[in-house]
């Protein structure tokens, strides 16, 4: 267990030091369901003041899946709209099982990672990769706080120019950022629409302040940081390290002129306070009943470091469901490996296999001259040894070249750009696609093909999305 992956699949699979670590594992949506019913009879919520924000949260058996993710230029790379789709297909399978569910997205726009939340990376189809980096302005003000407007022009001209017009960039162009429309609202506005769900509620982790602020300050001084320090050094053994020492609350001030850090919340006022990583969770369980909670690999690891604070706090810890992962194949990818003779499925893992060469007018006249070469022995003889080396080599290269000549002719692309195109990077094409790519090219629809694709995965599983426009 040596990294947030391995955590992910060790919990998924029941082991007893990850169960320790994470709590109890998916084990299905009606299990998931009683732990649901037993969650909302646990906590204390503000009921009146959560139905404000929508009348199904004023039953006391009323739930919420939650997901979040911070903004970045664009709206933040495609796994944005896989957590938010595998969170709203959790809540209406939830609401089947008969538990009133809504879906709640976490907006961290408070976060002030500029390294992060910078530039959107547009995928080309011989698979290169076009990074637009944005200067967000400088100083330690939280995303929040800076415009959406800052990287709207450069992102839609670069799209137009490489894109051309998109199924997506008129509906795109629709929701252009309003007059100084913070970076967080504008994301949570772009997911309300592209949802266009009645049990979606998208906000920014700020607008939460008062289901949280004064709970967590008359409790602060409970946060266990023996505990941690003791969960800190297990996590050490197995090498994980989400967090350094946390010997208090991770707390700051938010104020428009910089995000700064806080020794204790009587520093500043209620509405300022801002959750550090390691405390989000808390104060998350603080303000929400949230039952269930979808997550990325890193995201378990930052949970695995902190479950003692729940206990410590008196909230309830949500169920911790590893999100899917999702692979966006357009039909010219389907055509081209198909014609390659490529498994579309093992170029989306990473796979770079050979395609089968369409240049079969030569192949038995390379093949024969291959048979040659090694025919001819070395019979101990150093300098045909080298000769034969160097004549396999030079067939190589003529086999490659004539491959490539036959895929031109043919109009098909290199198998090596497939393989970008999917997996780009080395990592899955989810954490590198421009979320706005994908909408420019593929239409708000998309969302909903996310979500049905998410219905029918398991937590973790890796999905293939075939998408029908080319």
């Given at each position: 267990?040596?990294?947030?992956?391995?955590?992910?699949?060790?919990?998924?699979?029941?082991?007893?030091?990850?169960?320790?670590?994470?709590g109890?594992?998916?084990?299905?949506i009606?299990?998931?369901?009683?732990?649901?019913?037993?969650?909302?009879?646990?906590?204390?919520?503000?009921?009146?003041?959560?139905?404000?924000?929508?009348?199904?949260?004023?039953?006391?058996?009323?739930?919420?899946?939650?997901?979040?993710?911070?903004?970045?230029?664009?709206?933040?790379?495609?796994?944005?709209?896989?957590?938010?789709?595998?969170?709203?297909?959790?809540?209406?399978?939830?609401?089947?099982?008969?538990v009133?569910?809504?879906?709640?997205?976490?907006?961290?726009?408070?976060?002030?990672?500029?390294?992060?939340?910078?530039?959107?990376?547009?995928?080309?189809?011989?698979?290169?990769?076009?990074?637009?980096?944005?200067?967000?302005?400088?100083?330690?003000?939280?995303?929040?706080?800076?415009?959406?407007?800052?990287?709207?022009?450069p992102?839609?001209?670069?799209?137009?120019?490489?894109?051309?017009?998109?199924?997506?960039?008129?509906?795109?162009a629709?929701?252009?950022?309003?007059?100084?429309?913070?970076?967080g609202?504008?994301?949570?506005r772009?997911?309300?629409?592209?949802?266009?769900?009645?049990?979606?509620?998208?906000?920014?982790?700020?607008?939460?302040?008062?289901?949280?602020?004064?709970?967590?300050?008359?409790?602060?001084?409970?946060?266990?940081?023996?505990?941690?320090?003791?969960?800190?050094?297990?996590?050490?053994?197995?090498?994980?390290?989400?967090?350094?020492?946390?010997?208090?609350?991770?707390?700051?001030?938010?104020?428009?002129?910089?995000?700064?850090?806080?020794?204790?919340?009587?520093?500043?006022?209620?509405?300022?306070?801002?959750?550090?990583?390691?405390?989000?969770?808390?104060?998350?369980?603080?303000?929400?009943?949230?039952?269930?909670?979808?997550?990325?690999?890193?995201?378990?690891?930052?949970?695995?470091?902190?479950?003692?604070?729940?206990?410590?706090?008196?909230?309830?810890?949500?169920?911790?469901?590893?999100?899917c992962?999702?692979?966006?194949?357009?039909?010219?990818?389907?055509?081209?490996?198909?014609?390659?003779?490529?498994?579309?499925?093992?170029?989306?893992?990473?796979?770079?296999?050979?395609?089968?060469?369409?240049?079969?007018?030569?192949s038995?006249?390379?093949?024969?001259?291959?048979?040659?070469?090694?025919?001819?022995?070395?019979?101990?003889?150093?300098?045909?040894?080298?000769?034969?080396?160097?004549?396999?080599?030079?067939?190589?290269?003529?086999?490659?070249?004539?491959?490539?000549?036959?895929?031109?002719?043919?109009?098909?692309?290199?198998?090596?750009?497939?393989?970008?195109?999917?997996?780009?990077?080395?990592?899955r094409?989810?954490?590198?696609?421009?979320?706005?790519?994908?909408?420019?090219?593929?239409?708000?629809?998309?969302?909903?093909?996310?979500?049905?694709?998410?219905?029918?995965?398991?937590?973790?599983?890796?999905?293939?999305?075939?998408?029908?426009?080319?």
């Open positions: 267990m040596s990294s947030p992956q391995a955590l992910a699949a060790a919990h998924l699979a029941g082991d007893p030091l990850a169960r320790a670590w994470l109890e594992p998916w084990s299905g009606r299990a998931a369901a009683d732990y649901a019913r037993r969650f909302a009879v646990q906590g204390a919520w503000e009921r009146a003041a959560l139905a404000r924000w929508h009348p199904l949260l004023a039953d006391p058996a009323s739930v919420v899946v939650v997901t979040g993710q911070q903004p970045a230029v664009g709206g933040g790379p495609l796994y944005t709209l896989v957590k938010l789709a595998h969170a709203l297909a959790l809540s209406r399978r939830l609401r089947e099982e008969g009133p569910a809504l879906c709640w997205f976490w907006c961290a726009s408070e976060d002030h990672d500029l390294g992060e939340a910078n530039h959107a990376d547009l995928l080309l189809r011989d698979g290169r990769l076009e990074r637009v980096s944005i200067d967000l302005g400088g100083g330690r003000a939280a995303l929040r706080w800076r415009p959406a407007s800052l990287w709207w022009a992102l839609w001209e670069r799209c137009r120019a490489l894109f051309g017009r998109g199924l997506g960039s008129d509906w795109l629709a929701r252009a950022p309003r007059a100084e429309e913070g970076m609202a504008w994301l949570c772009l997911l309300a629409d592209l949802a266009d769900d009645e049990a979606l509620i998208a906000c920014e982790a700020h607008e939460l302040r008062p289901l949280w602020a004064e709970r967590f300050v008359a409790r602060w001084r409970s946060w266990p940081a023996a505990a941690l320090e003791e969960r800190r050094r297990d996590l050490e053994r197995w090498g994980l390290t989400p967090f350094g020492p946390l010997p208090r609350p991770p707390l700051f001030c938010d104020r428009p002129e910089g995000r700064l850090p806080l020794a204790e919340p009587a520093a500043a006022a209620p509405e300022l306070l801002s959750p550090g990583a390691a405390l989000r969770p808390i104060v998350q369980q603080l303000a929400l009943p949230a039952a269930l909670s979808v997550l990325g690999t890193a995201e378990l690891a930052y949970h695995a470091a902190i479950t003692p604070a729940y206990a410590a706090y008196g909230v309830p810890p949500p169920l911790l469901v590893p999100r992962s999702m692979t966006l194949v357009p039909t010219w990818i389907e055509r081209a490996a198909q014609r390659l003779g490529l498994a579309v499925e093992a170029l989306a893992d990473g796979a770079h296999p050979e395609p089968n060469p369409p240049c079969d007018p030569w038995q006249r390379l093949a024969a001259l291959a048979q040659a070469i090694d025919g001819l022995g070395d019979g101990g003889d150093a300098r045909i040894a080298t000769a034969q080396a160097r004549l396999r080599r030079e067939l190589e290269r003529l086999r490659a070249s004539l491959a490539r000549g036959a895929r031109a002719a043919l109009g098909l692309p290199a198998p090596g750009a497939l393989a970008s195109w999917l997996h780009p990077r080395g990592h094409q989810e954490r590198t696609l421009s979320l706005f790519q994908a909408l420019w090219e593929h239409g708000p629809g998309l969302f909903a093909l996310l979500v049905r694709a998410a219905q029918q995965a398991q937590p973790g599983e890796h999905v293939l999305v075939r998408l029908g426009a080319a």
